[in-house]
Nanobody, 126 residues
């Protein structure tokens, strides 16, 4: 069982930055692929970024709309995954969720992840 707790959301003006954190419980954090999804009102949950699992440390992937603006990273010693968001746009406004999948490939489908956090609101004003 893994419990995930997101933090770091808030209100920011367009062009600003935020760093989201997702703290995970458990001793095997390094064995999990970690991902960020977001859901805007009236829309489906959308893949944002992932850090896959592999013996060599894993790879990162991003949805095209955030490439060059968002960076996903992880600190296995702190059981935490981060999403650094820069040059934020109003269309980035959503509830952001982190998700975990044991030995995962960093899939872009929400159904591939068993463990989810409660979400943190990010609002970008124009």
């Amino acid at each position: 069982q893994v419990q995930l707790v997101e933090s770091g959301g808030g209100l920011v003006q367009a062009g600003g930055s935020l760093r989201l954190s997702c703290a995970a419980s458990g001793r095997t954090f390094s064995s999990y692929a970690m991902a960020w999804f977001r859901q805007a009102p009236g829309k489906e949950r959308e893949f944002v970024a992932a850090f896959s699992w592999s013996w060599s440390g894993g790879d990162t992937s991003y949805v095209d709309s955030v490439k060059g603006r968002f960076i996903v990273s992880r600190d296995n010693a702190k059981n935490t995954v981060y999403l650094q968001m820069t040059n934020l746009k109003p269309e980035d406004t959503a509830v952001y969720y982190c998700a975990a999948q044991l030995y995962g490939s960093g899939a872009r489908q929400a159904g591939s992840y068993i463990y989810w956090g409660q979400g943190t609101q990010v609002t970008v004003s124009s």
